[in-house]
């Protein structure tokens, strides 16, 4: 079952603007929640993190907010730049004395910013 | 500071036949992760290493699956013998290890193909 869930397979956006990336999660033992993204024939490079404790963290053009009543999470991107097009992955963890914190994804999302 | 090294990048083989793929993680982290990821999903985890013990092994078919990781180091992960829906690209992520939840860093992955 997917326990975390991108329901946008893609999004485009104008260069300048804000790009909202959004993530839903059915499990209330995750924590901890990160954002990746990945070019084509890379790997997924981390971008931002935030914990439950928190429900906003802000790194740069790079902000993530958590509504822990809703089991939603989203990443703004503000100003949005071709150079931010790729796949983006939301991912979560828990205390989960089975998995050892490790991650669920998302199935991702496709941002293509245009000129 | 060196990422998450990988090889192949690329393989190609028949079903029935046997492949491995080598990870070097970030030197000082102490947990190691495989993660599966089929063309369109995110990423699955296959397993994780704590040093060289297995945390969590419980979405590895391990029918035909095997990983290992000889003295905390590097890990290889085989598959013997592969199967047509074994295509996908295999990732190796490494963290820190601090016991709770910290930040997986991902290689470039190694792309199966199989005929």
């Known amino acids: 079952d997917q326990q975390v869930k991108q329901n946008s397979p893609s999004l485009s956006v104008q260069e300048g603007r804000i790009s909202i990336l959004n993530c839903d999660y059915t499990?209330?033992?995750?924590?901890?929640f990160l954002w990746y993204k990945k070019y084509p024939a890379e790997g997924p490079t981390f971008l931002i993190s935030?914990?439950?404790?928190?429900d906003k963290n802000e790194d740069g053009r790079f902000t993530v907010f958590l509504n822990k009543s809703a089991k939603h999470l989203s990443l703004h991107i503000v100003p949005s730049q071709p150079g931010d097009s790729a796949v983006y992955f939301c991912?979560?963890?828990?205390?989960?004395?089975?998995?050892?914190?490790?991650?669920?994804f998302g199935k991702g999302t496709s941002l293509l910013v245009t000129p | 500071e060196a990422g998450v090294a990988q090889s192949p990048r690329y393989k190609i083989i028949e079903k029935r036949q046997s492949v491995a793929f080598w990870c070097n993680p970030i030197?000082?982290?102490?947990?190691l992760y495989w993660y599966q990821q089929i063309l369109g999903q995110g990423p699955k985890l296959l397993i994780q290493?704590?040093?060289?013990?297995?945390?969590?092994d419980s979405q590895l078919p391990k029918d035909r699956f095997s990983a290992e990781r000889l003295k905390g180091v590097d890990s290889t992960l085989k598959i013997q013998p592969a199967k047509l829906e074994d295509s996908a690209v295999y990732l190796c992520?490494?963290?820190?290890?601090?016991?709770?939840?910290?930040?997986?860093?991902f290689g470039p992955g190694t792309r199966l193909t199989v005929l």
């Open positions: 992520a490494s963290s820190l290890g601090t016991g709770g939840p910290d930040t997986q860093y």
């Open positions: 499990n209330s033992m995750f924590d901890y």
């Open positions: 935030i914990s439950s404790i928190k």
């Open positions: 991912a979560a963890t828990g205390d989960n004395s089975n998995s050892g914190y490790a991650l669920n």
């Open positions: 030197s000082g982290h102490a947990t």
């Open positions: 290493f704590q040093n060289n013990g297995v945390v969590d």
